[in-house]
């Protein structure tokens, strides 16, 4: 496919996003009428299409409409390129500008110039203050890839060596000293040795640096609350913790065993129901629920789909969860509540409201990363009753 035609090719698959198909169900949909396109094709539509979701109140301003065609345009001109070029009516490109097409001129307002909800930049204020405006730009571009080094089965030097035998370059993040930035080849990790084996697997450098910072230690036994597909649980297995993990959905957590099998290490699973009788633990990680406004970097749908009665449905969500763990505590057991958001509604909030109703505990630790740093942005608050 020629350039022009992979952009006609994204304004169809955004047209069926923006009418309201999930942007993953759009471009499978699309690879299934036209089998003809090949994995590179299908890649460079996927790029041009994300790349529009994370910009699109500034595309469709400057593309002067709110269709594909118009976001297109405006994705375009908002990275610095003549939409002229690729829009030349050759081939199975799209058709050339029209003359209103090629005058569009827009005056944004900072939510249009920041690619941010208008609702919710109150909130962002709020929480980052003179941060705000970086942050919310730094969710307008694609996010860096990183891979965990398994410390159940190498170091991180190692995990360097077997990646490169794949050609999958890497070098160290200061994140977290288990945390490797993918410089080349991100493709290609799912079918590298390295992940098939069990040395490494994918994971953001900040939810490393939140692992990190839970110092575990051997032996210790941690209740995952919201394990999901696990991915914090393997990396405090991978530290020799002794983990179960639980989440309100069994099905979420389905691909745990073949996970930890593939990673050399041992976790547990309960339901719900089975939870009541678990009890003692030396940690409870509760990695909660949330809006994900900290990753809408990889997942840029996320902010268009949020509204206010969603994000008060997760703010009633947090407060239950938060309320529970100290039933599964020993009595100098230590609670952790992490976030993959950067709002304080979600995040300093909710650890205040807990307090004030838990009055013996004690915040004994928090941090905040942002997408500034590095990874994704994530919270993290730990406490400790008295
Ligand atoms: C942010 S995800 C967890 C990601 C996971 N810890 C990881 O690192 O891969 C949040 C999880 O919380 C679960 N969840 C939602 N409400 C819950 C509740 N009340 N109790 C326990 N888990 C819940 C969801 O099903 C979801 O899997």
Redesign the pocket.
């Known amino acids: 496919m020629t350039p022009g035609a992979r952009v006609a090719a994204a304004i169809e698959v955004l047209d069926s996003y923006l009418s309201g198909t999930a942007v993953e169900q759009a471009l499978t949909g699309w690879a299934r009428g036209h089998r003809f396109a090949g994995s590179k094709d299908r890649a460079a539509i996927r790029d041009h299409v994300f790349d529009a979701v994370r910009r699109l109140s500034s595309s469709q301003a400057l593309g002067g409409g709110t269709d594909g065609r118009a976001v297109m345009i405006g994705l375009l001109r908002g990275q610095g390129l003549d939409p002229a070029e690729l829009f030349s009516g050759e081939g199975h490109a799209p058709s050339t500008l029209t003359e209103a097409e090629a005058a569009i001129s827009a005056d944004m307002t900072r939510a249009q110039t920041l690619d941010c909800p208008q609702w919710l930049l109150p909130e962002f204020d709020r929480s980052l203050a003179a941060k705000t405006d970086a942050f919310l730009d730094s969710l307008r571009s694609r996010a860096p890839v990183f891979v965990r080094a398994n410390l159940a089965k190498c170091d991180r030097d190692t995990a360097v060596s077997i990646l490169a035998e794949d050609g999958i370059e890497t070098c160290p993040s200061s994140l977290a000293s288990t945390a490797l930035e993918v410089l080349t080849n991100p493709r290609k990790i799912k079918s590298s040795r390295a992940f098939l084996e069990g040395f490494v697997e994918l994971?953001d450098a900040a939810?490393q640096a939140v692992i990190e910072d839970l110092n575990i230690q051997p032996g210790m036994r941690v209740l995952?609350?919201?394990?999901?597909?696990?991915?914090?649980?393997l990396?405090m297995a991978a530290l020799g913790a002794d983990v179960t993990a639980?989440?309100?959905?069994w099905e979420?957590?389905k691909d745990i065993p073949a996970r930890a099998e593939r990673a050399g290490v041992a976790i547990r699973r309960v339901r719900?129901g089975e939870l009541e009788t678990l009890r003692g633990f030396d940690l409870v990680?509760?990695?909660?629920?949330?809006s994900?406004s900290g990753s809408w970097r990889r997942a840029p749908h996320g902010k268009w789909l949020l509204t206010p009665d969603k994000l008060a449905e997760i703010h009633t969500?947090q407060q239950?969860?938060l309320s529970?763990m100290p039933g599964f505590l020993k009595p100098t057991g230590r609670m952790a509540y992490a976030?993959?958001s950067v709002l304080c509604s979600e995040n300093r909030d909710q650890v205040d409201l807990f307090l004030k109703h838990h009055e013996i505990f004690n915040l004994t630790a928090e941090c905040q990363f942002t997408p500034l740093d590095g990874g994704d942005g994530f919270y993290l608050a730990q406490l400790q009753g008295s």
């Not at 995952?224 to 649980?233: F, L, N, V």
């Not at 990680?285 to 949330?290: G, R, S």
């Open positions: 994971q939810s995952d609350y919201c394990a999901g597909g696990g991915g914090k649980a990396a639980h989440d309100l959905s979420r957590m719900h990680l509760a990695d909660a629920p949330c994900g969500a239950e969860i529970s976030t993959c």
